[in-house]
């Protein structure tokens, strides 16, 4: 098959960072991974609550039987300590990750030592950054560097040159941009993460290899070391990422387990509190006028614990979709997308 290098564009075809002009995607975004968790539960539970008033305004539900509701609540109870039971399971299989023996603690800070020596070695700085999102932003800037570097080294009308510049091109676009997200974030924030996983490291180092595996020969010493370290650069980044995702990751499901166990309490306490409600013979206590909000916004309470784990679930299943790529391999892309086409046997001929 013929190259199609100089005829398509170096596109990534990924998620990348400040293309998000659309409302609905940006609320997505919000409610996928950007926003609080806490807010899209809550936001969860009031969409419960309105729910079951307008249910009952339609006439579609009522809140006067009482066998009905008392079995309902008897139900929510019993799915409120499975749910908390459950949580508490994954809790547990988190905490079994921290206990390691001191061979296997010294073996691990070995290999973060070393992995950070490495950055230092390519940025040149005495050490790396302990901050999670300058320890980013100093990786993404050695990378926008050794992309300059390249591209300067290389003529455009060179062999390769041209698919080499737009590669640059969009590395040093995509270095921006994510520099302007970690500038405006915090340590400990989210965000920080989040803009790790929509840098496209994986499409970058794809293309990178290509490009050292089908031009080295032909480009100079100085470019081919700065594409070299560029690729040594991208490898270390796609490292870190994983690394603090999976960190985050961890510390955001036992943020979960605790809130889950905070709101498990008021959720049982409000779901024996519709049974107490229509325990007395002569029916609900409370008056048929107020009956249908104060049910509904129990209920709402009941169900906290469940908007909860959908709120968590939703970010981290998204977090994990998105970086599903095992370094060059993106199994999320066309197979018939982006500007390289090979077949067996073309470095022989």
């Given at each position: 098959?013929?190259?199609?290098?100089?005829?398509?564009?170096?596109?990534?075809?990924?998620?990348?960072?400040?293309?998000?002009?659309n409302?609905?995607?940006?609320?997505?975004?919000?409610?996928?991974?950007?926003?609080?968790?806490?807010y899209?539960?809550?936001?969860?539970?009031?969409?419960?609550?309105?729910?079951?008033?307008?249910?009952?305004?339609?006439?579609?539900?009522?809140?006067?039987?009482?066998?009905?509701?008392?079995?309902?609540?008897?139900?929510?109870?019993?799915?409120?300590?499975?749910?908390v039971t459950?949580?508490?399971?994954?809790?547990?299989?988190?905490?079994?990750?921290?206990?390691?023996?001191?061979?296997?603690?010294?073996?691990?800070?070995?290999?973060?030592?070393?992995?950070?020596?490495?950055?230092?070695?390519?940025?040149q700085?005495?050490?790396?950054?302990?901050?999670?999102?300058?320890?980013?932003?100093?990786i993404?800037?050695?990378?926008?560097?050794?992309?300059?570097?390249?591209?300067d080294?290389v003529?455009?009308?060179?062999?390769?040159?041209?698919?080499?510049?737009?590669?640059?091109?969009?590395?040093?676009?995509?270095?921006?941009?994510?520099?302007?997200?970690?500038e405006?974030?915090?340590?400990?924030?989210?965000e920080?993460?989040?803009?790790?996983?929509?840098?496209?490291g994986?499409?970058?180092?794809?293309?990178?290899?290509?490009?050292?595996?089908?031009?080295?020969?032909?480009?100079?010493?100085?470019?081919?070391?700065?594409?070299?370290?560029?690729?040594?650069?991208?490898e270390?980044?796609?490292?870190?990422?994983?690394?603090?995702?999976?960190?985050?990751?961890?510390?955001?499901?036992?943020?979960?387990?605790?809130?889950?166990?905070?709101?498990?309490?008021?959720?049982?306490?409000?779901?024996?509190?519709?049974?107490?409600?229509?325990?007395?013979?002569?029916?609900?206590?409370?008056?048929?006028?107020?009956?249908?909000?104060?049910?509904?916004?129990?209920?709402?309470?009941?169900?906290?614990?469940?908007?909860?784990?959908?709120?968590?679930?939703?970010?981290?299943?998204?977090?994990?979709?998105?970086?599903?790529?095992?370094?060059?391999?993106?199994?999320?892309?066309d197979?018939?997308?982006?500007?390289?086409?090979?077949?067996?046997?073309?470095?022989?001929?």
């Amino acid at each position: 098959m013929a190259s199609s290098d100089s005829d398509e564009s170096l596109e990534s075809h990924g998620s990348e960072i400040g293309h998000q002009t659309n409302v609905f995607v940006r609320v997505r975004e919000w409610f996928l991974v950007k926003g609080s968790r806490l807010y899209v539960a809550t936001i969860i539970s009031l969409a419960i609550f309105v729910l079951f008033l307008l249910l009952n305004e339609l006439g579609i539900i009522a809140f006067v039987n009482d066998d009905s509701v008392t079995r309902l609540a008897g139900g929510m109870i019993a799915g409120t300590f499975s749910l908390v039971t459950l949580v508490v399971s994954i809790n547990q299989l988190i905490l079994s990750q921290e206990f390691v023996t001191a061979d296997t603690a010294r073996e691990q800070l070995t290999g973060v030592m070393e992995f950070r020596s490495d950055l230092s070695a390519l940025a040149q700085v005495p050490a790396s950054p302990a901050s999670p999102t300058r320890f980013f932003e100093l990786i993404v800037e050695a990378i926008n560097d050794r992309a300059t570097t390249l591209a300067d080294a290389v003529d455009a009308e060179s062999d390769g040159g041209e698919i080499i510049h737009q590669f640059t091109d969009r590395v040093e676009q995509s270095s921006e941009q994510i520099n302007n997200t970690l500038e405006q974030t915090k340590f400990g924030t989210f965000e920080a993460v989040s803009a790790a996983v929509a840098y496209n490291g994986a499409w970058q180092l794809y293309a990178a290899r290509h490009i050292q595996g089908r031009y080295d020969e032909s480009l100079s010493e100085e470019a081919s070391e700065a594409l070299e370290e560029l690729i040594s650069l991208i490898e270390l980044f796609i490292t870190a990422r994983e690394h603090f995702k999976t960190t985050y990751l961890q510390r955001e499901l036992t943020r979960f387990s605790q809130l889950t166990i905070y709101c498990g309490v008021p959720a049982i306490l409000s779901a024996m509190t519709i049974g107490f409600i229509y325990a007395d013979f002569a029916g609900p206590t409370v008056h048929a006028v107020y009956l249908p909000y104060i049910i509904s916004a129990l209920i709402a309470v009941v169900a906290s614990p469940l908007a909860l784990l959908v709120s968590y679930i939703l970010r981290t299943a998204t977090v994990t979709r998105r970086t599903t790529s095992i370094g060059p391999m993106v199994p999320q892309k066309d197979p018939d997308s982006g500007p390289f086409d090979v077949s067996a046997g073309e470095n022989q001929e």
